[in-house]
């Protein structure tokens, strides 16, 4: 990155700003500030997931269509949140909303398989080069699959993890993903932090945490842990980070590693999959993991996971000596909206509105940021990208600890009151975009964020 002249943020008229935003902010919402205060007598909290209530509020949706999302309160926004990325088709999309209301007619559960699996795993082995799949219902479920895959082939128990990366909420991952820096240890040998409570310590033995960015380090933790490591699970572009980027050859060294050791790699694409390229990370890095893990895009909008492995990973399953079992797997619902997705949707030609959208974005963010002289930079692939405020470029985790949390927080709060919604404020949220985002869409977004530059620039 090209080194350049920058102003340092006055975080005293940071906050001045925030105050503003945040007393404009809350009579817009009246009804989902109210709301909230019924729904918590019966729900915890009012909301139906944590992350829900982050600041400055709960904001309750009411509907949403194509590029464009309404709340309670009847306000309007484009939407760049799109259920943490879900929606990369765009809301209630014609093809999707009739192969629902087709299945559903037909019967929307039975536990037992239907004909459009064949059809649906063909095609992600052909977007992410793996011949076999199963599906189950999240992220989480996708991840934590991929973990007994890789433990099952291998007869040990230890995991290699990157610090600062999310793989959802299950015990055997749910270590280090935005730790305190106080309790990270020193980064030849970060501590496995647990990040919610509850979980039993000796999990935390179980992973093996690394920065990402650093063949080095992964060395050094397989060669500390010789013959112990049943795999590596790595997001191939870290996306709780802002968007980071892999650098070249990393991902191929890390296959190599995992492969002279006897252990897997596997790729949690939850994020990324169907998102970056039609391929996902795979295609986009032409790195071919040994499993991938998919959720949120390939469902369109219904709770929907996947996970693709090598004949040779999935061998205790189809031996039987190992189940992959699960109620709602490959319910028909989430199978017909998948199939729509895939096949009518996010077809290869999507991905080249997607990149001129992101073009456009990038190419709106970048003379501005210039122009205030911002200690910040845009980047992003498909629909997938982020502003990081940070005069250098976010390679780990560690890199993100001095960015100051109210710059971004005082961004997401000028979008919000502009007419553009965001994931629920968390200090290096990315954006999605979908393939109904139009020109005037990612203007707004442009448009907000020349007038963030200006305020903060004083
Ligand atoms: C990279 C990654 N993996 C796994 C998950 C968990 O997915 P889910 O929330 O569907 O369980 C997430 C969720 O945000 C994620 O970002």
């Known amino acids: ?62 509907r949403g269509e194509g590029s464009h999302v309404w709340d309670i309160d009847g306000n309007e926004y484009v939407d760049y949140h799109l259920g943490y990325g879900a929606m990369a088709v765009g809301h209630a999309h014609p093809k999707v909303v009739e192969a629902i209301e087709r299945r559903a007619r037909l019967g929307t559960h039975f536990a037992q398989p239907t004909t459009q699996l064949h059809e649906v795993g063909e095609n992600l082995s052909d977007r992410f080069g793996l011949p076999l799949w199963r599906f189950c219902n999240s992220g989480t479920e996708a991840t934590l699959e991929a973990v007994r895959l890789m433990r099952a082939n291998t007869g040990r128990d230890l995991i290699v993890k990157i610090e600062g990366t999310y793989h959802g909420h299950h015990d055997s991952l749910m270590f280090s993903v935005a730790p305190d820096p106080e309790l990270i240890g020193d980064r030849r040998n970060p501590f496995t932090v647990p990040q919610a409570m509850g979980i039993p310590e000796t999990f935390s033995k179980l992973v093996r945490v690394v920065p990402f960015n650093d063949l080095g380090e992964a060395e050094r933790a397989f060669a500390e842990h010789e013959g112990q490591i049943a795999g590596m699970i790595v997001e191939p572009a870290m996306m709780n980070c802002g968007v980071v980027l892999p650098q070249p050859g990393y991902l191929q060294g890390l296959l190599e590693l995992c492969h002279r050791n006897g252990a897997y790699l596997a790729f949690d694409e939850v994020k990324t999959g169907a998102t970056l390229a039609y391929g996902g990370a795979v295609e986009v890095f032409g790195v071919q993991p040994d499993i991938v893990c998919l959720a949120k895009a390939i469902g369109g909008g219904v709770p929907c996971g996947a996970i693709g492995a090598t004949t040779e990973l999935f061998g205790p399953v189809l031996r039987g000596d190992h189940d992959i079992a699960g109620t709602f797997n490959g319910n028909p619902l989430t199978m017909a909206a998948s199939r729509a997705v895939l096949f009518d949707v996010l077809t290869p030609d999507a991905y080249v509105r997607l990149n001129e959208i992101d073009r456009q974005l990038k190419e709106g963010i970048r003379p501005i940021i210039d122009r205030y002289h911002l200690p910040a930079y845009v980047t992003g692939v498909g629909a997938k990208g982020s502003i990081t405020y940070s005069a250098t470029e976010v390679r780990e985790y560690r890199d993100t600890i001095g960015i100051p949390e109210n710059v971004s927080y005082l961004a997401w709060l000028m979008q919000q009151n502009r007419g553009v919604f965001k994931s629920p404020w968390a200090k290096m949220e990315t954006w999605t975009l979908s393939v109904v985002h139009s020109d005037e869409d990612a203007k707004r977004y442009v448009d907000n964020f020349e007038e963030f530059a200006a305020a903060v620039a004083g």
């Open 1 to 62: 990155m090209a080194v350049r002249e920058t102003i340092e943020f006055d975080l005293e008229l940071v906050d001045r700003l925030i105050a503003d935003e945040e007393a404009a902010l809350a009579p817009k919402h009246a009804k989902s500030i109210a709301y909230r205060e019924t729904a918590a007598e019966h729900v915890a909290g009012g909301v139906a997931s944590s992350w829900q209530s982050a600041p400055p509020h709960a904001i309750y949706v009411d």
